[in-house]
Nanobody
Framework: QVQLVESGGGLVQPGGSLRLSCVASGIAFSDHIMGWYRRAPGKRRESVAFINTDGATNYADSVKGRFTISRDNAKNTVYLQMDSLKTEDTAVYYC??????????WGQGTQVTVSS
């Protein structure tokens, strides 16, 4: 059974930092593209960042230069370091693991609130 468990969300002031973690089980982690998505209130879910199996990364324009995605295959964990947070980063953040068209799994989400 595939399980993705996110942690690290919370309340932070604008300009602050948070690091999200997602621990995966039930999958061959190193074979999966790992990604972070978010859904802000009243908006559709959007891709934030993803990291390929070879370590190559891709970011949404809105977070480039502020967020960093990384993975530790030995720990089956993907991270999202979020710096210089803005109020518009407030959202539920979801971890995603996918491999081709046969495997696509989601975590339960973790709330990030950026507010003064």
């Amino acid at each position: 059974q595939v399980q993705l468990v996110e942690s690290g969300g919370g309340l932070v002031q604008p300009g602050g930092s948070l690091r999200l973690s997602c621990v995966a089980s039930g999958i061959a982690f190193s074979d999966h593209i790992m990604g972070w998505y978010r859904r802000a209130p009243g908006k559709r879910r959007e891709s934030v960042a993803f990291i390929n199996t070879d370590g190559a990364t891709n970011y949404a324009d809105s977070v480039k230069g502020r967020f960093t995605i990384s993975r530790d295959n030995a720990k089956n964990t993907v991270y999202l370091q979020m710096d210089s947070l803005k109020t518009e980063d407030t959202a539920v953040y979801y971890c995603n693991a996918r491999r081709g068209i046969s495997s696509n799994s989601w975590g339960q989400g973790t709330q990030v609130t950026v507010s003064s």
